[in-house]
């Protein structure tokens, strides 16, 4: 059983940088595959990236590449999503997500474990 709870979400400004936090507990972290999400009101849940458990591998969506960087720290049981150069079209609520196998590019079926998400928004 893996718990997660992300956190530092909040309002910026357009071409702002944001760094999100996901804490989990349970002691088998180090073998999970991380994944974050978005979802906006009214749209399906849409993968952001994800990074392997070695933390040696990264994957991101189109969207996001190049601006967004997923790390973990798995001596802390944490993994972050680095947003820079925000846009407003990325105004969402992120997730983090854990799976114990499969593809980095597997989507939200994937995943066995969710966080309850935190909210960004991006003003113009």
């Known amino acids: 059983q893996v718990q997660l709870v992300e956190s530092g979400g909040g309002l910026v400004q357009a071409g702002d940088s944001l760094r999100l936090s996901c804490a989990a507990s349970?002691?088998?972290?180090?073998?999970?595959?991380m994944g974050w999400f978005r979802q906006t009101p009214g749209k399906e849940r849409e993968f952001v990236g994800a990074?392997?458990?070695?933390?040696?591998?990264?994957v991101y969506a189109d969207s996001v590449k190049g601006r967004f960087t997923i790390s973990r720290d798995n001596a802390k049981n944490t993994v972050s999503l680095q947003m820079n150069s925000l846009k407003p079209e990325d105004t969402a609520t992120y997730y983090c997500?854990?799976?114990?196998?499969?593809?980095?590019?597997?989507?939200?079926?994937?995943?066995?474990?969710w966080g309850q998400g935190t909210q960004v928004t991006v003003s113009s």
């Open positions: 990074i392997s458990w070695n933390g040696i591998t990264t």
């Open positions: 349970g002691r088998t972290f180090s073998s999970y595959i």
């Open positions: 997500a854990a799976k114990s196998k499969g593809s980095l590019y597997g989507g939200v079926g994937s995943y066995d474990y």
